[in-house]
């Protein structure tokens, strides 16, 4: 390449000089570092795995060896496919009616390891007509900070207050083929929201009040909630948090666990928090294709958005080598991306970009396999989810 490079462009590119471009890899020393980074973060508290952060075999067995505790999974056929190479405590963070799951769930020896989520009735009658059993189940609480008649925070869970919720745990006990197994409430207003957004002054000094009080709402009321349920039923876990709050989430004496994974990868939407910086460990490379004029050039593909609200926060970021970015009018497209900047000029057709992705397991998505770098060399190669035959979304 005729540009002076960076040490880790220049430590990606050795290590990766035989493979053509478009590629995925992850850096795994950074992957170690963010990872007890956020065991670090927890103090103590157990942190389950996201999988959907991942969607890498065999990078979440590599979390698990660094000490996370079982699994968050996003769908009830992936936590029946992980259990089938052995995975333990595999918690599905979404309800599920997926008959043909459900069926193999309540009549195999995996409910002994696959606890689903609930937060209505329909939840419990659409097991029960899977027959089998008994199949273990977690409450998802909403932990949206409700001000008046706006809530703060994502839409999930229609209980929101200790009756709604003692509501339904009651109706669990009641039914013979359900077993209550714990309590789930994800804060996103404060985990999944950086309180650093560039170039929004008003919002960088608001956001850190807001997310301070909306935590303190919810350490309160939760705490509410867990006694009132204890005192029905036994609860095994009651899971909070995400990569973003692990500190404060950790901190309610009413969490057993907080949730995490994409500061395992270090996606650029984590770019945003003042409070901890994980290591970019997840990149993809695209080559150079085109050189539409002397100060640009095209790569081909790279049109991977991030899930969310549409903005330019969702796209990917090219970032090596340093001073790109991306056209203002095309954006990262399906089979092109122009790229502009002091950089663009000295890049040649042939040359390659290194990108980083808008949030963590997304990514995976788009490659088959991803390349395991350790230092300036390739030390495996493994499957993603993809790569295995598996698109559970």
């Not at 290590?15 to 890899?25: E, G, I, K, R, Y």
């Not at 714990?182 to 807001?210: F, H, N, T």
């Amino acid at each position: 390449m005729n540009f002076l490079q960076t040490p880790l462009q220049s430590r990606f590119n050795i290590a990766t000089h035989q493979l053509d471009p478009p590629f995925a890899v992850i850096d795994l020393d950074a992957f170690d570092a963010n990872a007890a980074d956020l065991l670090r973060r927890g103090h103590g508290v157990p942190l389950r795995l996201a999988s959907k952060s991942l969607r890498v075999r065999a990078l979440q067995d590599r979390a698990v060896a660094a000490g996370f505790t079982g699994t968050l999974c996003f769908t009830l056929p992936e936590a029946l496919w992980l259990a089938k190479f052995g995975s333990d405590d595999l918690v599905v963070a979404y309800p599920t009616v997926d008959r043909k799951a459900l069926r193999e769930l309540a009549h195999s020896s995996a409910r002994e390891r696959v606890t689903v989520m609930v937060d209505c009735t329909e939840h419990l009658d659409a097991i029960a007509a899977a027959g089998g059993g008994p199949v273990k189940v977690c409450i998802d609480v909403d932990a949206g900070w409700r001000i008046g008649l706006m809530t703060i925070g994502a839409k999930r869970s229609p209980l929101h207050d200790p009756v709604h919720v003692t509501n339904l745990a009651s109706e669990i006990v009641s039914r013979t083929g359900l077993i209550l197994d714990g309590v789930m409430s994800y804060e996103g207003q404060i985990a999944g929201v950086g309180d650093r957004p560039p170039g929004k002054p008003l919002m960088q000094l608001a956001l850190p009040i807001l997310q301070a009080l909306s935590a303190r709402e919810l350490a309160r009321r939760r705490a509410e909630i867990v006694a009132a349920v204890r005192a029905i039923a036994p609860l095994r876990f009651v899971n909070g948090g995400g990569t973003g709050s692990i500190e404060r989430t950790a901190a309610e004496p009413a969490v057993t666990e907080v949730a995490a994974g994409s500061g395992l990868f270090g996606p650029t939407l984590f770019d945003t928090y003042r409070a901890f910086k994980p290591a970019p460990a997840a990149w993809f490379a695209l080559p150079v294709v085109r050189k539409p004029s002397p100060k640009l050039a095209t790569a081909l593909g790279g049109g991977y958005p991030a899930s969310g609200a549409a903005g330019r926060d969702r796209l990917p970021r090219p970032l090596l080598p340093p001073g790109l970015k991306l056209d203002s009018r095309e954006g990262a497209g399906e089979v092109q991306t122009p790229l502009v900047g002091k950089a663009a000029a000295a890049l040649k057709v042939g040359d390659r970009v290194w990108f980083r992705h808008a949030k963590a397991g997304e990514l995976c998505e788009r490659f088959d396999v991803v390349h395991l770098i350790a230092g300036n060399e390739i030390v495996d190669t493994v499957p993603t989810y993809r790569g295995e035959g598996q698109t559970f979304l």
